[in-house]
């Protein structure tokens, strides 16, 4: 009989997509803090860019400061956005039967005498 599956609006049975859970965004931030050097404090990774965007690459290679300063280094990887979910389809079967000479849409009859009958005509 499985009406519910012809006619799942109709019977209350459709069942939503469930939304993809939502990655928090990656932090990407250069190491805090500072160095001292020659009696100086310096930032972290200011030296990695001072010289120009020309030397950034160079200067991450040679200190391997990948970790440290991804941002100034440019290597920080965005969160990759969860798949988006297709709405589930729940429609009832289109197209008509006929029944003693007259076209009926598939599922009327489920709903035509009311809700308190959905239930025993889609068990």
């Known amino acids: 009989k499985d009406v519910h599956k012809d006619c799942p609006a109709a019977c209350g049975v459709c069942v939503p997509a469930t939304p993809a859970p939502t990655l928090a965004p990656t932090s990407c931030t250069d190491r805090a803090g500072s160095w001292d050097i020659r009696g100086k404090s310096k930032p972290w990774c200011h030296w990695v860019t001072k010289q120009g965007p020309e ?3 160079s200067r991450c290679d040679d200190k391997d400061v990948h970790k440290d300063c991804p941002a100034a280094c440019g290597v920080c990887v965005p969160a990759t956005p969860a798949p988006t979910l297709a709405p589930t389809s729940c429609t ?5 039967w006929d029944i ?20 025993s005509r889609c068990d």
């Open 100 to 119: 003693r000479g007259k076209s009926k849409p598939w599922c009327h009859w489920v709903t035509k005498q009311g809700p308190e009958n959905v239930a």
């Open 55 to 57: 030397n950034v690459a």
């Open 92 to 96: 009832d079967r289109a197209g008509s």
